[in-house]
């Protein structure tokens, strides 16, 4: 197996709020990796260092081989780590059609090339089939705004994936869907990034989606990563069930993080 | 033939009539054909900053900049037209190239009152220097056009011969140029600068390169006003009221089509003209009056009118 992403000692404080602390990571291609972890555990600030949004206090970021540590957003993009949001970010005034057509020409268009016509019959059809592959075709012509909000998630991530990155980076897919739509939205997620060959890292707090789809779990709690284990093993770790599951006694779990948190401030 | 779409197609129309009407228009309707093709060349500049989610409340700086830096190459003896626009179109462009590293940080009212800001300064400047004429300008003498020096009539016939060809070029070139990748990516900046990073690209480059081309067709405007006044002064080039004035167009025009901005202009001209002429108390309520109608009836500005009228048809 290939390692493509190699996070090493990273770190992050907001003052002497530590939102990461000796992050540790090695991601392999073609792996499906959740990322798990109460809110404000450190989820969305890990995949913001990664892909360039946030620039880490400390540490190392290594991507196919090169250091990406303190590069923009736009730089990580073009070497192949895109991302979707858990807010989906789309073009809200256009239609979805014209959605693709942009994010296909940003990322297709360099120097001269950002000049030519944005519109061309290979890339209509290219945008088409990737609306296929996603499973909003219906919606090709409505504007963005007017979405529901599973078909505006899927644009966003479908926004993602034009590039065809080497790693694909999602912020809570199916945060805002009800529960019987989330399956059937993380199927065509799934499908459609397979065909790619696109390592894929998701934010999830849902343990039905998680166990399903997902190889490898990254467990985070209060800024570090508890468990870093396959699926099957890290669901029943007695640390992930204790912070991140919850399905301990209230009164034991408030007890234990007590004293846990206690241990850790000392350490 | 994949660039000849209907507004090509139009422009091409209108500046063939007009070419042909320089022959025979009446010598104030030039002026004010003139004056319009000159402020419209700004407002088009405003237009493509407003496609991209951005107001400018201080073009007036390189309008101003574009006029005087013209008028100063005829103190020192050059008198060709195609030398003095070029000089102050490319005078203007370069300023706003350094400034757009300032400037492209900002947003929203930053953004406008940062621009006006500047203006102002270069009013400032203008104002204090005697050389300039002061608050006063100076005369700019007639120009040349490669050797051609007219006389009388002729003159302003030929002036706005050129302008006429320039200005159709520009308003092609602008109409084919928001339908390349670069030119549309004013809607992703507009909507989503967050996106944009994340598809791989600089909303700050974008924003700059909308600034500088801006900052060329408002030194292009500026220049060819000076000609046509045969006079500069600070406060009908650079004052910050200039500025409003061509905020004021860009309202009236719309942004839903290129061509729009220069009857825009045109219309903007004519309502200023005759507020002045029969109405000189008031003439400022009627300009007024006339944007608050134009907000409230036609918001999308006077092109709304001709989309609406096509609605209709079909």
New interface residues.
Partial sequence: MTVVLEVRDLQKTFGAVVAAKDINVTVNEHEIIGIIGANGAGKTTFVNMVTGYLKPTSGHIEFAGRNIMGLPPRTITKLGISRSFQVPQVFASESVFDNLMMAYAISEETGMGLLSPLYNDERAARVDGHLGRYQIAEYRNATASTLPQGVRKLLDIAMAAVSNPTILMLDEPTSGISVEEKFGLMDIIMEALHQDKTTVLFIEHDMEIVERYVSRVLAFYQGEVICDAPTAEALIDPGVREFVIGEEYHRTRTEIAANNGGEADNA | M?YLDKTVVGLSIVFVALVFADFFMAEWMRFIGLQSLARGAVALGLLVLWRTGLVSFGHALYFGFGAYAAAMLTLIGYHDAFLLVFAGTLSAGVLAFFLGFLLRRYRAIFFALLNMAFSMILYGVIVKTEELGSTDGFSVLTPTFLGYAPEGEAVQTTLFLFTLCFTYIITVGVHL?M???????S??VR??E?????????AEKVIHVKYVFSGLVAGFGGAIMALAVGQVDPDSMANWNVSGEFVFITILSGIGNVGATFIGAFVFELIRTYAFEYAPQIWQFILGGSLLAIIMFLPDGIWSLFSRFRKSEG
């Fill in positions: 994949r140029y339908k390349t990748t670069l030119g549309s990516m809607m992703a909507e989503n967050i996106r944009v990073e994340y598809l791989g690209y600089s």
